[in-house]
């Protein structure tokens, strides 16, 4: 039975639809990212599976119980839903100790002490506990306010971008370090993020959102590697396009004919569509007749990131090793990882 089930949300403000027909499901321990850029709705819907927010329709529901309907909502505090907020929210007259046992108040002081100490250990603060707030990093009572959230063993757990006022070292190290707090605690989460990196550091699976649609629901190797629309394809990860054409099996583009996924869609003998190219998927080939003049670089430490002219005028960008001695203006072979090329309609 899912921890969490989404049937055909709505959700409206002013009756102007934000989130349209939102149906997905999340598995017991599993860690699901809504991923989508400003707003497409993803902290609305976040706000609706806490009780937040009302439902124009369909419903959200938790192991068999219906917890929002179109007719009925229960009350946020009944729904057994911890919550880890954008600005951590952390108690600043209370100690660390005081904050992270907050929710488990009515529990005997034994029960109370023996489980701030296992997760005191869990978030790596030990001997931290008689500490306030202020005196920590940031990256410290982001741990706290985790710790807080899930000490009373809730059924799901809600994140609001909790990385986004952290610096980008940091929010990648401490993604890794939720997603294994979550897991050690065997919590099902769902995490609003803008960011990709995040999405793919932390979840199971993704809904990607877009306008307050669903486009796709999948993880992260799907998502990148088989996206099911352009959209996907642009926002979670570096992206070339090229112009193609369709003729039977194949699809000739720039740099040569190859076989393409197959893909929902069915293409016609003949049509105009986009191929997407992910940076990686270029390979240098001394052997091939297709041929690409190096155009500029960016270092990025073990690679430089590409820009390759082609002879058509179309450009795009291949990550090659840094070690490897390409010049400027140098005109290479390359070729395609052609397994990995998706292909979607000229739109």
Known sequence: MSVLALDKVKLTYDKQAVVEDISLSLE??????????????????????????????????????????????????????????????????????????????????????????????????????????????????????????????????????????????LRSSLAKEVRRILKHEKVTAVMVTHDQHEAFSMADRIAVLSEGRLLQWADAETLYHSPINAFVAHFVGRSNFLEGVVHGDLVETAVGKFCYKKQLNAFSEGQNVRVLIRPEYIQISSSSISQAKLVSREFLGGYYMYSLGLKNGEAVQALLPSLANYQLGESIGITLLADKVSIFDNA
């Open 28 to 169: 017991n321990g599993e860690i699901a990212c809504l991923l989508g850029p400003s707003g497409c709705g993803k902290t609305t819907l976040l706000r609706a599976i806490a009780g937040f927010k009302s439902l124009a329709g369909g419903s959200v529901s938790s192991s068999g119980q219906m917890l929002s309907s179109l007719n009925n909502t229960v009350a946020p505090e009944k729904r057994n839903i911890g919550m880890v907020f954008q600005d951590f929210a952390l108690f600043p007259h209370l100690s660390v100790g005081d904050n992270i046992c907050f929710g488990i108040r009515r529990k005997s002081r034994t029960e109370r002490r023996q489980r701030l100490q296992e997760l005191l250990v869990l978030i790596g603060l030990v001997g931290n506990d008689n500490k306030y707030p202020h005196e920590l990093s940031g990256g410290q009572q982001q741990r706290v306010a985790l710790a807080r959230a899930i000490a009373p063993k809730p059924q799901l757990l809600l994140l609001d971008e909790p990385f986004s006022s952290m610096d980008v070292e």
